[in-house]
């Protein structure tokens, strides 16, 4: 009897030498921290429970990762050192209330000018 097991999904965050890739599945997206032009929290309502999501903008590249990724918390640590505005508590403040997606705009390079 042949089982039909489904290969798990890649999902990973890494830090690189000036920034950082996203890894979903195989396709990998990288980001120098010096291109970044936007970063939003979200949440994603996974019917049981909520899944924190971190959009990331710049230039022509859109990519996105969750708490769930493979490196999230060492991405987190690094991502509040190079970008001091963003408030260090934005996972917990975006997770209340619980299956909301209260989407919050983290840095924006545009509106941090000047």
Do not use: H
């Not at 991405?75 to 619980?98: C, G, Q, R, V, Y």
Request: glycine content about 4%; aromatic content about 14%.
């Amino acid at each position: 009897m042949f089982w039909n097991k489904k290969k798990k999904r890649i999902e990973k965050i890494e830090l690189t030498e000036k920034g950082f890739q996203v890894n979903y599945d195989e396709e990998i997206t990288q980001f120098q921290w010096s291109e970044i032009e936007k970063l939003t929290g979200f949440k994603v309502d996974r019917i049981t429970t909520d899944d924190i999501c971190l959009k990331i903008e710049s230039g022509n590249k859109i990519s996105f990762a969750t708490e769930e990724f493979e490196g999230w918390r060492i991405f987190m640590t690094e991502l509040l050192n190079k970008f001091p505005e963003i408030d260090k508590n934005w996972e917990s403040i975006i997770a209340i209330p619980a299956f909301e997606r209260k989407e919050t705009e983290l840095y924006n390079r545009n509106k941090n000018v000047g």
